[in-house]
């Protein structure tokens, strides 16, 4: 079993920056990929980033030189570094993580979610 435990959210004024992270603990071996996602008011969740174990990158098409996700795994922590930030970045932020529980088999677990607010 995987936990998440997220940091970082806040209040911003648009043109700054925030950086989350999330720390995991369990059983981590078997972490294959984590993520942030995030969804705002009357919208679906959807991908914000994301990096597998072997340190490939993905990233929404809104967010791209903008928002640099990272990992440290001596902390087991993923991290998201959110710079130029925009009224429409304004979400609960979740960070994903996907463990491999078989043979081409995956489970996803989530973080409690944090706010991030960005006025105008």
């Known amino acids: 079993q995987v936990q998440l435990v997220e940091s970082g959210g806040g209040l911003v004024q648009a043109g700054g920056s925030l950086r989350l992270s999330c720390a995991a603990s369990?059983?981590?071996?078997?972490?294959?990929?984590m993520g942030w996602y995030r969804q705002a008011p009357g919208k679906q969740r959807e991908l914000v980033a994301a990096?597998?174990?072997?340190?490939?990158?993905n990233y929404a098409d809104s967010v791209k030189g903008r928002f640099t996700i990272s990992r440290a795994n001596a902390k087991n922590t993923v991290y998201l570094q959110m710079n130029s930030l925009k009224p429409e970045d304004t979400a609960v932020y979740y960070c994903?993580?996907?463990?491999?529980?078989?043979?081409?088999?995956?489970?996803?677990?989530w973080g409690q979610g944090t706010q991030v607010t960005v006025s105008s």
């Open positions: 994903n993580n996907r463990v491999a529980i078989g043979v081409d088999l995956v489970r996803d677990f």
């Open positions: 369990g059983s981590i071996l078997s972490i294959i990929a």
């Open positions: 990096i597998t174990l072997g340190g490939s990158t």
